[in-house]
């Protein structure tokens, strides 16, 4: 167990709709990373954040969001979903901006989203 | 920007034998981590190994070690007396050091290899 967890496990919605993935970091943790892993894409990060603020962002679409609140919890949120946005969703975590002194990312079980 | 590469998108291994799985990436940076993570069905992203670049000797963890040669941008890992439980995805992955903008601290991930291991 990582420590970090992630919900819901499972999500199945239709085109067109919005969901949130919610993440909670392990404890002390004060940096959150999502990450989108898709069959032919592979392991992509989307963005980072770090005690409540934007640190870094990657691949994320405009339809996408995220956000860290005080309790450093984060919420990806996903809107006009498309068929191509099924995939696994990881959030990640670690202590500071660049991880732990060993370089190591955390990461939750994932979120498994379906869009039919 | 960074890249890693997996030239293996599947292996296997008989139990009990030694396989090899490997990677490389590109980077112009002189200080960085490199990881290696299994993916087993339960889809969890497990570390298995890190490797810091300035450190000249090769990590190991167990039945994992690494070859890790800076100078030609690689980073194989070796498991030795396979295990069914050894049966995964294995991510490469990639992570500067260094403070140098937003957008450090990331891991950049290969594509990964997956994994048998036969009975």
């Known amino acids: 167990d990582s420590g970090v967890t992630q919900t819901p496990k499972h999500l199945i919605t239709a085109t067109g709709q919005r969901v949130t993935l919610r993440c909670s970091p392990r404890s002390g943790d004060l940096s959150v990373y999502w990450y989108q892993q898709s069959l032919d894409q592979g392991l992509q990060f989307l963005i980072q954040y770090y005690n409540g603020e934007e640190r870094a962002k990657g691949n994320i679409l405009e339809r996408f969001s995220a956000q860290q609140f005080p309790d450093l919890h984060s919420e990806l949120n996903l809107s006009s979903l498309e068929l191509g946005d099924s995939a696994l969703y990881f959030c990640?975590?670690?202590?500071?901006?660049?991880?732990?002194?060993?370089?190591?990312?955390?990461f939750g079980e994932g979120s498994r989203l379906t869009v039919l | 920007a960074q890249t890693v590469t997996q030239s293996q998108p599947e292996m296997s291994v008989q139990e009990a034998e030694t396989v090899t799985l490997s990677c490389t990436y590109d980077t112009s940076e002189s200080d960085y981590y490199l990881f290696w993570y299994k993916q087993p069905p339960s889809r969890q992203m497990i570390l298995v190994i890190r490797?810091?670049?300035?450190?000249?000797q090769n990590a190991t963890e167990n039945r994992f070690s690494v070859n890790f040669q800076k100078a030609a941008k690689s980073f194989s890992l070796k498991i030795s007396d396979s295990q069914l439980g050894d049966a995964a995805m294995y991510f490469c992955a990639y992570r500067s050091a260094g403070i140098s903008g937003a957008g450090s601290y990331q891991l950049t991930f290969g594509k990964g290899t997956k994994l048998s291991v036969i009975p």
């Open positions: 490797q810091e670049a300035y450190k000249q």
């Open positions: 990640a975590s670690s202590t500071s901006p660049g991880g732990t002194n060993t370089g190591e990312l955390f």
